[in-house]
């Protein structure tokens, strides 16, 4: 029954990171839209006043940084569904300054709950042409990026000798199991392989079978060895041994 609920839990918590990131692909996709629409000189003499005021307006809601789109700040109701991107009835027409400022101050809040800070609005274009300021921005923005870097993502020689112990450590136990062809690796791939990944980043390991037995993974002698690794694992002292992540 526990096995259940853990596999349960698993499938849940993976539909819930897989419907976010396609919530997040389909902002990304409307916010391109309405950045099209914006930005083409010439869209008043295709759309209709109100209809481009609208999208102005939602754009203005739009952070490339959070990657979502802020509550409509002109919905009056509790039910979040309603305040979510392309409900364009709520918007007011014709829109004044202090509607887009409404819009500014919801995304603000917006930043300042998923950042930690609001980032300021200053062009950068305008600052790249020139002048003191203009470098000392870039000198700036340069320092923070390093320093955020070396604090926040920056591996330490600790670190990595850990992982290469638990790769080590895995390798081993797939050794001693004797139900793998000889000469069978652990690889370490993803962020920890390329360098992208930070002190927090999981640690992705597969199975480099020899060229020599592919006929291994055909037999079902592959999946059979998979499914018996996971008692290896806990044999081995290894804890909370998911057997839904050991796959083939």
């Not at 600790?158 to 199991?177: C, D, G, L, P, T």
Request: with cysteine; charged share 25%.
């Amino acid at each position: 029954e526990k096995d259940n609920t853990a596999a349960q839990y698993d499938a849940i918590m993976k539909d819930k990171f897989t419907n976010e990131r396609k919530w997040r692909e389909m902002q990304h996709a409307y916010s391109s839209i309405l950045q099209a629409v914006v930005s083409n000189k010439y869209i008043h003499l295709l759309m209709k006043r109100d209809l481009l005021s609208t999208i102005r307006l939602e754009h203005e809601l739009w952070c490339p940084l959070c990657d979502a789109f802020a509550p409509n700040p002109f919905v009056k109701t509790n039910f979040e569904a309603s305040k979510m991107p392309g409900n364009v009835s709520a918007f007011p027409y014709p829109a004044g300054k202090e509607h887009y400022q409404m819009c500014r101050s919801s995304k603000e809040q917006m930043q300042q709950t998923v950042l930690g800070f609001v980032p300021e609005s200053e062009n950068v274009a305008e600052l790249a042409r020139g002048g003191k300021k203009g470098r000392d921005f870039f000198l700036d923005l340069s320092s923070a990026i390093n320093e955020m870097y070396a604090n926040e993502y920056a591996v330490s020689e600790k670190v990595w000798r850990r992982r290469e112990q638990v790769r080590a450590a895995i390798e081993q136990v797939v050794s001693h199991s004797r139900e793998f062809p000889p000469g069978t690796k652990v690889s370490v791939f993803g962020s920890s392989a390329n360098g992208f990944g930070s002190p927090n980043s999981d640690l992705d390991l597969c199975l480099s079978i020899p060229a020599s037995a592919a006929e291994f993974t055909k037999d079902g002698k592959g999946v059979e060895a998979m499914t018996n690794l996971a008692s290896k694992f806990t044999a081995a002292g290894m804890r909370d041994v998911l057997t839904e992540r050991l796959t083939t």
